[in-house]
């Protein structure tokens, strides 16, 4: 089907075709969310995040059941192994699937107390896993098992696999969610999706500066989103931001200029760059799955 393209800024045009279709690939689901590409057997996984499973699509297969029940699994990525890392709000956890088939939970607690529930993450080029910890797992009932919230507030992580060590590295914000890097790692944007369930809160994009490759430093308000929050985030190798909103994916220069949007026909949560030449942007949004080609290509795993 045709989707309108909207263009704000003519740098749009260098990047959506203005012919460009969004496809529906896959409806049905509770809550589409958390996509992430494999390029082993051109597939896409994603989690219905209220409906309790992780699903998977292929043009081949059309879409299975990849898990049932995956403990709320939302956020998904995968890491330099080619293993995929997920965000369980229900575990309350970072988890990854091994090789085998089995999942190992990496990390539930920072300092002795339990995680929120971890809802996105990013594994970096040091193989370290960046992920928010917004408390929807618990707050709302249909995202998670409830409980009660241990940690003194939703932070971004920074977490080693290899050593274990794990430590907050963005503490300034109300409810984090997505989350990505520039293409060289020398900036972090994270989503905040406080306006979700708290009237009056921030739906912005905030970016830090990088240090050393492990400190997030000297936060700034880059966007602020509307219509909707922010939620899920990508980047493109230019270095183009790519989010979900209420109405639309929005894509902003590095500058922080709205070129524009694709307008998608229900609410956009999470999005990844696939396809054989990380082309095709696949958007998790409503029940379904969607898939729109650009000529720009995306620069995560």
Not at 70 to 94: F, M
Not at 145 to 155: A, F, K, L, N
Not at 176 to 186: M, V, W
Request: aromatic fraction near 10%; proline fraction near 6%.
């Amino acid at each position: 089907m045709a989707e309108a393209i909207e263009i704000y800024d003519d740098r749009l045009r260098a990047i959506v075709p203005t012919d460009a279709l969004l496809q529906k690939l896959a409806n049905g689901a509770v809550h589409s969310e958390g996509p992430v590409y494999f390029h082993e057997d051109d597939s896409i996984v994603w989690s219905d995040a209220h409906g309790n499973c992780l699903l998977r699509w292929s043009a081949t297969d059309n879409v299975t059941v990849l898990r049932d029940t995956s403990d709320y699994q939302s956020g998904n990525y995968r890491d330099l192994e080619g293993r995929l890392v997920s965000c369980s709000s229900g575990l309350r956890a970072i988890v990854r699937r091994e090789h085998n088939g089995e999942w190992k939970v990496l990390v539930d607690r920072y300092q002795g107390k339990r995680l929120n529930s971890p809802n996105d993450l990013v594994v970096k080029s040091d193989r370290t896993i960046w992920f928010t910890d917004p408390p929807y797992g618990i707050t709302e009932p249909n995202q998670g098992y409830g409980g009660e919230q241990e940690q003194p507030g939703s932070y971004v992580y920074r977490f080693d696999p290899a050593t274990g060590e794990i430590y907050p590295v963005v503490i300034d914000m109300v409810r984090p969610n997505g989350l990505a890097f520039s293409p060289d790692e020398s900036l972090l944007y994270v989503s905040d999706t406080a306006a979700f369930n708290i009237p009056g809160g921030p739906h912005h994009i905030r970016v830090y500066e990088v240090v050393d490759g492990q400190w997030a430093k000297n936060g700034r308000v880059f966007a602020v989103i509307e219509p909707g929050q922010p939620d899920g985030l990508r980047v493109d190798k230019h270095g183009n931001i790519f989010t979900t909103s209420g109405d639309s994916v929005q894509v902003y220069a590095p500058d922080g200029t709205r070129l524009g949007k694709i307008l998608v026909p229900e609410v956009g949560a999470n999005l990844t760059f696939g396809g054989k030449k990380r082309d095709s942007l696949f958007i998790t949004a409503g029940k379904s799955l969607y898939v729109i080609n650009l000529n720009t290509r995306g620069v995560q795993l």
